[in-house]
Nanobody
């Protein structure tokens, strides 16, 4: 079992930055692959970024094309926390952002653990 709590959302102007945090508890964080997803009303939840534990004891990062070069996913294992640094934000980044754990793909159904979500609103 794993509990995830997101924070750091808010309202920002286009071109601005936000950093989301995801605090995890209840499972070995270091070897757990994790990701960020987002969802807007009327649309399906979509993959944003992931940090995946590998057999080589390292992490691979993965990003959806529309956020590459603007968003950075990272993790602080001693703090059991994952981050999403979002720069050069655009109005189309507006969504509820969710932290997820335990999955190794971009598919929503692959992740058994989810946070409650944090709202990010980017004004034009």
């Amino acid at each position: 079992q794993m509990t995830l709590v997101e924070s750091g959302g808010g309202l920002v102007q286009a071109g601005g930055s936000l950093r989301l945090s995801c605090a995890a508890s209840g499972r070995t964080f270091r070897s757990t692959s994790m990701g960020w997803f987002r969802q807007t009303p009327g649309k399906e939840r979509e993959f944003v970024a992931a940090t995946r534990w590998t057999a080589y004891l390292t992490y691979l990062t993965d990003y959806r094309d529309s956020v590459k070069g603007r968003f950075t996913i990272s993790r602080d294992n001693p703090k059991n926390t994952m981050y999403l640094q979002m720069n050069s934000l655009k109005p189309e980044d507006t969504a509820i952002y969710y932290c997820a754990a335990g999955g190794v793909t971009r598919l929503v159904d692959d992740y058994p653990y989810w946070g409650q979500g944090t709202q990010v609103t980017v004004s034009s």
